[in-house]
């Protein structure tokens, strides 16, 4: 199962997500719950560079797969992070949007920071 956690600030910004596991609705290489949370997650991820203007603090699991952890820097300016603001919560959204139809394959968690 994938598991997705978003951290919120207590002023709703998305701060950072992580995303753990497989989903294994499908055989290796046809699961399209892996795809779609897959392309969702990479794309929100170089959006940022692209559009936003910077590179993320990114981390993977480059030897089993399965492991992806964003966090936004706090150096950037305000549009900087209004950009990667619409950016996320459109990840989410996506990835809501999935759990809905693929509950079995997909846990979809927000956190709030105190």
Request: charged share 20%; aromatic share 6%; proline share 2%.
């Amino acid at each position: 199962m994938i598991k997705g956690s978003f951290k919120r600030t207590g002023s709703g910004r998305i701060v950072s997500f992580e995303l753990t596991g497989h989903a294994e609705a499908g055989p290796y290489g046809s699961d399209v719950v892996c795809a779609a949370v897959s392309a969702l997650a990479i794309s929100t991820v170089n959006g940022i560079d692209a559009l936003a203007g910077f590179e993320p603090i990114v981390e993977v699991d480059d030897v089993e797969g399965g492991y992806l952890y964003v966090e936004m820097l706090t150096t950037v300016n305000q549009e900087q992070k209004n950009i990667a603001q619409i950016l996320l919560e459109n990840l989410l959204l996506g990835l809501q949007s999935i759990e809905n139809e693929n509950t079995e394959f997909i846990q979809i968690k927000t956190i709030t920071e105190k």
